[in-house]
């Protein structure tokens, strides 16, 4: 417990004299998370739209007229494979029923005794983008008619072209904004070790293990870290909450339903993202600083 | 009990032109001595007090030790780096610019030796006032370092190195920055400790009037050798001071410039010519001795 104390009383002491860099290494760290927020938002948005045009493609197997109950069962089971969520079967009686509904002058009687559909599997893919390769699959099964997709080849290959890209660029661009930050903080860190070489040395010089040494400047790195972080939640919840319930028409076609939970989650990662990044910054910046203050 | 055996230094080793910091060192300091290192600067006897403070393997151009140093019978020669901060509390040290930390008072400077260990309170409170008393400080334990005098300053140090009662008490140079009469109270108190506690206190220094007063054993090092070992040793820093190659090179250029031959084979001078010298170096004409300190015009 006096150990503890002691870190909590160094971590303090160290943040209270170099208030200026301890403010800066904050400010700074939110500026970036606040970024890092702000795309994360973006990002999944436009995701979650994109994304909620390409699970709106589903496949539409037409078995032949005069396939056979069990032959019927036997498709039915078999377009179970891993890459499908869920096969809705639609018996040709079904369909008619359904057309006459869609369609009011169609003069059913007569096909109503001799009915020219064929019965129908609706498939849900669990990833949009396999489309092709279930439907190729699909066609060549003894029985099917054919396949339809509701949209054009080239419509369903932009846009899971545009969906791919999306994700891909966001990554990317969440992956050099988190190494900015984690290179921010590392150098806050070096200058704070830096600006208390002398004390370092003497910890060395009269017993102090270097990990001993590390702690407070680990959890002065996890302060900036979650401080920062803390602050840029705030904002973001300041900036973005209005916008997930705003009734203003634009706005409401580039949000997606589901913003608030984007934003709840974003929120947590930029929390958990302030932590990481504030002990993994003040961890780069120890390895090698205090070990050449200790023994110096 | 302390023991240096065969103990060579090298330190940038892979040079082509490697440093020996020290050389075949062979010494024994037992339990409760007090030795004085002395010798020019680069003599070797940093390098001695840093080998027993583990604090020479970190040369930034690499070290080489051969041999071995033995401290209580344990070979520290070549120990592992997790284990130097455990040697380091069984040993106190002090330097000639106190290393003490500015905002913290005499107290806390104190106190911070045995905190950084995770010592409990209770002995934090015991051993502090302890240690002040010792140096005679205990009335200044709330005052600043900028708030003392260069001795007082000292006396925290020598505190802050007592606090954990170590065996040994390294210093080096303790009183280089001090006037003689505050280095001689700086004296009086680690000889007070020598005695009282037991503690083993070798120290390099240059003040030959601190040596000559207390007439302790001197170790004297001269070019990473040790060059005599004395039980009641003084030092006459003159002694450290030898010529260098460039200066007996210099040296016998001035000779023969000075004594340019004549036609008649006398010099200007009225002496005689070179020709009826005996040669330069040998008894009967030696090259000039320069009272000059290595290094400098």
Redesign the interface.
């Known amino acids: 417990m006096e150990i503890l104390g002691f870190w909590i009383r160094e971590t303090s002491s160290n943040i209270a004299r170099n208030r200026l860099m301890c403010l800066l290494a904050v400010s700074t760290v939110t500026i970036c998370l606040f970024v890092l927020g702000a795309f994360y938002f973006a990002w999944g948005s436009l995701q979650s739209q994109i994304g909620a045009q390409t699970h709106k493609i589903d496949l539409r197997i037409i078995l032949e007229p005069s396939i056979s109950d069990s032959r019927r069962d036997e498709i039915f089971k078999a377009a179970h494979i891993p890459q499908v969520a869920s096969v809705t079967l639609v018996t040709k009686e079904e369909a008619l029923k359904q057309l006459t509904s869609d369609i009011k002058d169609f003069p059913v009687t007569d096909l109503e005794k001799n009915n020219p559909l064929g019965d129908e599997l609706h498939i849900q893919l669990k990833d949009p983008s396999q489309i092709f390769k279930v439907r190729n699959y699909l066609t060549s099964v003894k029985g099917v008619q054919k396949t339809l997709a509701p949209q054009e080849d080239n419509v369903v290959k932009m846009l899971l072209e545009v969906n791919h890209f999306v994700k891909v660029a966001g990554i990317v661009a969440l992956l050099i904004l988190g190494l900015g930050i984690l290179l921010i903080i590392h150098n806050a860190i070096r200058l704070t070790i830096f600006a208390r070489r002398h004390e370092i040395r003497i910890m060395g010089l009269v017993g102090a293990t270097p990990w001993f040494i590390r702690i407070p400047f680990l959890m002065e790195g996890l302060i900036y870290g979650l401080a920062g972080a803390i602050i840029a939640a705030l904002l973001l919840l300041a900036v973005f909450l209005p916008i997930t319930h705003t009734n203003t028409p634009l706005l409401q076609v580039l949000i997606p339903a589901n913003a608030d939970s984007i934003l709840r989650s974003g929120l947590a990662w930029i929390i958990l993202a302030g932590v990481c990044f504030g002990f993994f910054g003040s961890w780069l910046s120890l390895s090698r600083s205090i070990g050449r203050a200790v023994q110096a | 009990m302390i023991k240096f055996e065969n103990v060579t230094v090298c330190y940038n080793p892979n040079a082509r032109h490697p440093d020996h910091a020290v050389e075949d060192i062979n010494l024994q300091i037992e339990k409760g001595e007090w030795v004085f290192f002395v010798g020019h600067s680069g003599a070797g006897k940093s390098t001695l007090i840093k080998l027993l403070h583990g604090?020479a393997?970190?040369a930034p151009h690499g070290i080489s030790i051969n041999g071995k140093v033995l401290l209580e019978g344990r070979d520290i020669t070549h120990l592992p780096?997790?284990e130097?901060?455990?040697?380091?509390?069984k040993i106190g040290?002090i330097f000639q610019d106190f290393?003490l930390?500015p905002?913290k008072t005499a107290w806390e400077n104190v106190a911070?030796?045995l905190?950084?260990?995770?010592a409990?309170?209770q002995r934090i409170a015991r051993e502090v006032p302890r240690a002040l008393e010792t140096v005679g400080l205990l009335h200044r334990a709330q005052a600043r370092p900028s708030e003392l005098s260069g001795g007082e300053q000292q006396r925290v140090a020598i505190a802050?190195a007592i606090v954990?009662e170590p065996h040994l008490l390294l210093a080096d140079e303790p009183t280089g920055n001090l006037d003689p009469e505050t280095a001689a109270g700086i004296a009086a108190v680690l000889e007070r400790i020598n005695a009282e506690r037991g503690t083993t206190v070798i120290m390099a220094t240059h003040d030959h009037h601190l040596v000559d007063t207390l007439q302790r054993r001197v170790v004297r090092l001269r070019d990473g050798h040790i060059i005599s070992d004395e039980e009641h040793g003084i030092y006459h820093p003159e002694d450290d001071i030898k010529p260098s190659p460039e200066d007996n090179e210099s040296a016998l250029e001035e000779v023969v410039a000075i004594k340019p031959k004549t036609d008649s084979g006398e010099t200007p001078f009225g002496g005689e010519s070179l020709q009826n010298e005996a040669p330069l170096g040998t008894p009967e004409n030696p090259i000039p001795q320069f009272n000059r300190p290595k290094g400098q015009p």
Do not use: E
Not at chain 2, 84 to 89: A, E, I, S, T, Y
Not at chain 2, 115 to 118: E, F, P
């Open positions: 604090s393997h970190t780096a997790r130097v901060p455990f040697l380091r509390r040290v290393q930390l905002q911070f030796a905190r950084v260990i995770g409990p309170q802050r954990n």
